[in-house]
């Protein structure tokens, strides 16, 4: 019986024996902190892509050469 063989019965042994040791306080404070830090990995990498689309509109504004700057 591998991992991959648990099935319903299993997960839900699983799940009651957690519970049991860990107590339902426990596993909320848990998952409330998993929510968080899901959350703030989510706004980082929106953060992140933001900042890179900020660049490339900055570096597309000004296409005019360098030497071509002071004849407008």
Do not use: C, H, W, Y
Not at 36 to 63: H, P, Q, R, S, Y
């Amino acid at each position: 019986m591998g991992i991959g063989n648990i099935g319903l019965p299993g997960l839900l042994l699983i799940a009651v024996v957690v519970l049991v040791l860990f107590g339902r306080g426990k596993i909320s404070s848990l998952m409330g902190e998993v929510g968080k830090g899901i959350t703030a990995f989510k706004k980082g990498v929106n953060d992140g892509a933001k900042e890179l689309e900020d660049d490339a509109a900055e570096a597309a504004k000004d296409v005019t050469p360098e030497d071509q700057k002071d004849k407008v």
